[in-house]
Nanobody
Framework: QVQLVESGGGLVQAGGSLRLSCAAS????????TAWFRQASGKEREFVAA????????FYAASVQGRFTISRDNPKNTVFLQVNSLKPEDTAVYYC?????????????????WGQGTQVTVSS
């Protein structure tokens, strides 16, 4: 089993920044990718970013490319999402997820473990 715990969400004005954290514990050696998804009220869950543990290669949704940065602290089994230049449309619950290899990176159903989510609210 793997446990994921997100933190760092909050209320911020448009143009502001936050740093989200995802702390992993348990059988973390089974991870190949850790990703962030988000779900706005009344909308489908969407892929935001992912990082591959083997080489730190990163992947981003077009809507956040250049504004968000995913990174990890290997010894601490923690993945971060730096979110800059926030817009009201970035308002959502942000979830951390982990998976092994294989399958579409942006497909939520390919992920085996999920955190409880952290709320990000951007005011205009």
């Amino acid at each position: 089993q793997v446990q994921l715990v997100e933190s760092g969400g909050g209320l911020v004005q448009a143009g502001g920044s936050l740093r989200l954290s995802c702390a992993a514990s348990g059988r973390t050696f089974t991870h190949a990718f850790t990703a962030w998804f988000r779900q706005a009220s009344g909308k489908e869950r969407e892929f935001v970013a992912a990082i591959r543990w083997s080489d730190d290669r990163t992947f981003y949704a077009a809507s956040v490319q250049g504004r968000f940065t995913i990174s990890r602290d290997n010894p601490k089994n923690t993945v971060f999402l730096q979110v800059n230049s926030l817009k009201p449309e970035d308002t959502a619950v942000y979830y951390c997820a982990a998976r092994g290899t294989g399958g579409a990176l942006t497909a939520g159903h390919e992920y085996d473990y999920w955190g409880q989510g952290t709320q990000v609210t951007v005011s205009s």
